[in-house]
């Protein structure tokens, strides 16, 4: 299975290091793309220490010209991005009444307008090629609302909307575009936030028991990038244990009782 050339935005820790590390893995020339310069640096050897192929290239999404110079650097490097994975993200949490301009407009700046321009640079080199795969890392604050989350999850919800609309637009030149919708996940940069007091709190709100792990992002992205997922297009795949899913899980103190039985 050739994934081919793979840009990952956001690709200095976490969720983008975990997709550029399987990406790697299954064969793809990869371009790790960060804001972090270290982080570049920490993917990279990586990859390296596990031969596999890659290159670096800073990246600030909400920058048309270093947008422009990552992509050129990549063709210049191996051939045109076959593979896009649109993985950096920030978030910004403030109660809704209080939510500060700035940080909304950086939120979405970031999630949102870095993301269009992306899939706008690859997909123009990809309807050339007749090939082409789009993945969005969008986020369950997209499609259920989380206290804080005034603009992470409006940026999450509206990079739905953006997959769906560029698998519509896309997909006669041979170019899909999906999503992944992670739930909790643990990374370094999240680790510190997910206290045993939040453990409790969240913990009966999954069904699988359990938070996630860069590798079960990495692992759903993986399928959509492939040449596998030909006919997959438009999807917003969730990634939760369950929590989207979930309803009533705490069932312990309920009387069960066989409803058609007794009625």
């Not at 650097?73 to 896009?84: G, I, M, Q, T």
């Not at 920030?90 to 700046?109: E, N």
């Not at 969005?136 to 769906?164: D, Q």
């Not at 860069?214 to 959509?224: F, M, Q, R, T």
Request: charged share 15%.
């Amino acid at each position: 299975m050739e994934y081919g050339v793979a840009l990952v935005t956001g690709a200095g820790s976490g969720i983008g290091q975990g997709v550029a590390l399987r990406l790697a893995r299954l064969g793809a020339r990869v371009v790790v793309t960060d804001i972090s310069e270290a982080g570049i640096e920490e993917t990279l050897d990586l990859i390296a220490a596990e031969g596999g192929k890659a290159t670096g290239q800073q990246l600030d999404v909400t920058n048309a010209a270093s947008i422009e110079a990552a992509f050129a650097s990549a063709e210049a490097w191996d051939k045109p991005v076959d593979v896009l994975v649109n993985n950096a993200g920030i978030v910004a949490l403030h109660s809704f009444l209080d939510f500060p301009i700035d940080d909304w407009t950086r939120v979405m700046a970031v999630n949102v307008t870095g993301a269009l321009l992306c899939a706008q640079r690859a997909g123009r080199a990809m309807v050339k090629q007749g090939y082409g795969r789009i993945v969005n890392i969008a986020s369950v604050s997209g499609i259920r609302a989380g206290v804080g989350r005034t603009a992470y999850g409006t940026s999450k919800a509206a990079m739905i909307g953006l997959t769906r609309q560029i698998a519509l637009e896309l997909a006669p030149h041979g170019v899909t575009a999906n999503a992944v919708a992670p739930g909790a996940i643990v990374t370094p940069l999240t680790r510190d936030n997910y206290t045993e007091e939040t453990a409790a709190t969240l913990l009966p709100m999954i069904p699988a028991r359990r938070m996630g792990e860069a590798a079960d992002i990495a692992a759903a992205v993986a399928y959509l990038a492939s040449p596998d997922a030909g006919y997959v297009n438009g999807e917003i795949l969730v990634v939760d244990g369950g929590y989207v899913a979930g309803g009533m899980t705490q069932t312990g103190s309920l009387n069960l009782v066989d409803t058609e039985r007794d009625r």
